[in-house]
């Protein structure tokens, strides 16, 4: 997958994501500090959420369109709480200029049509849907006829239904697909992630896989990386005492510094298939090898008793043990010395 500048895929850096999301707390330079803050962090992205209350639901006082649950936000109503997580559009330009002008990409989940448009006049590199919208299908029509790269968040969903959500996206043109395992709960708890699901959906809808992570700490990235994800996404805010929809579950920039760099050494550790590694020369010289260990006259048999094999690598091949026992020494032979075939008779 090509996303502005920088190509995601094994065998390239991880792709971080920093997420915004109402962590701004209504207040642009709030916002502002949040992208120097990803970006002091190492993060590779800056990503913003495009919708409005009235975009993303309706004002109702229906029991349906109260959230409960066990969730954070158990009580309030959908409208309510979107009208204040909602990132303001006018904002969304500047921002994306922001982030851009300190090398990263800036890019956004769209939450209806109106959303992609702007988002397209805006010329994002890649287009994002959330989790909670993998099954609005006109939607997935919408991103993936850009020709845009898509990112498709698959919390909640069915097999069959992130088998739909590929389908319209394939259909309507789009040609590089990510899949973000994600557990739509906020925060997760580890028993919940369930990260084994990564290589897993990689190999069923032969697409890239990273994680949209909503647990505390940097642990779940890092598995996440070793099992094949390519992206990691994380809600960053400056400080979780703020209260905010989103502090709760977010990484504080220190955190998510220290999460990036945990990030980094794991796909270096990862590396590539091979069997000893270049860096192992400096030990092999300590290996077995086969050694004279009490002093022996000429013409004595090789026995278990005055050839063992031990540390260092200096004499015969371990291999060689009950081919030589039995036979006679060709020299006096004093102990300590590495055995080599110059010291065996036929």
């Not at 709030?30 to 803050?37: C, F, I, K, L, P």
Request: include cysteine; proline fraction near 5%.
């Amino acid at each position: 997958m090509h996303v502005g500048d920088r190509t995601l895929g094994p065998g390239h850096p991880v792709f971080v994501v920093a997420e915004l999301s109402a962590n701004h707390n209504q207040s642009f330079d709030e916002a502002v500090r949040v992208v120097h803050a990803a970006h002091q962090a190492g993060a590779d992205a800056i990503k913003l959420q495009t919708y409005t209350a009235d975009t993303i639901t309706i004002r109702s006082p229906r029991p349906e369109f109260r959230i409960g649950g066990g969730t954070l936000w158990d009580g309030r109503t959908l409208h309510d709480l979107y009208a204040e997580a909602y990132t303001p559009w006018e904002w969304q330009p500047k921002l994306k200029a922001l982030a851009e002008e300190l090398g990263m990409v800036c890019f956004s989940s769209a939450f209806d049509a109106s959303a992609v448009d702007f988002l397209e006049g805006m010329d994002v590199a890649v287009h994002k849907i959330a989790s909670f919208e993998l099954n609005d299908i006109p939607l997935i029509e919408a991103m993936a006829s850009t020709g845009k790269p898509l990112i498709l968040s698959t919390g909640m969903a069915s097999v069959q239904e992130v088998e739909e959500a590929l389908a319209a996206a394939r259909h309507a043109g789009a040609t590089e697909l990510m899949l973000l395992k994600c557990t739509s709960a906020y925060p997760s708890p580890p028993e919940a992630m369930h990260l084994r699901t990564l290589p897993e959906l990689a190999s069923r809808f032969g697409t890239l896989v990273g994680l949209s992570d909503h647990t505390v700490g940097a642990t779940a990235p890092v598995v996440a990386v070793a099992l094949g994800a390519v992206l990691i996404e994380k809600h960053l805010t400056l400080s979780r005492a703020t209260p905010g929809p989103d502090s709760a579950f977010s990484m504080e920039p220190a955190e998510f510094a220290d999460m990036v760099k945990a990030v980094r050494v794991a796909e270096q550790a990862l590396g590539t298939v091979r069997y000893g590694a270049e860096e192992d020369k400096g030990s092999r010289k300590f290996r077995r090898s086969l050694y004279v260990v009490k002093a022996m006259k000429k013409g004595e048999a090789f026995t278990a008793e005055n050839v063992r094999s031990i540390r260092p690598a200096e004499g015969l091949h371990t291999r060689h043990f009950a081919e030589i026992l039995g036979k006679r020494a060709t020299r006096n032979v004093p102990e300590a010395e590495p055995l080599a075939w110059d010291m065996i008779a036929d």
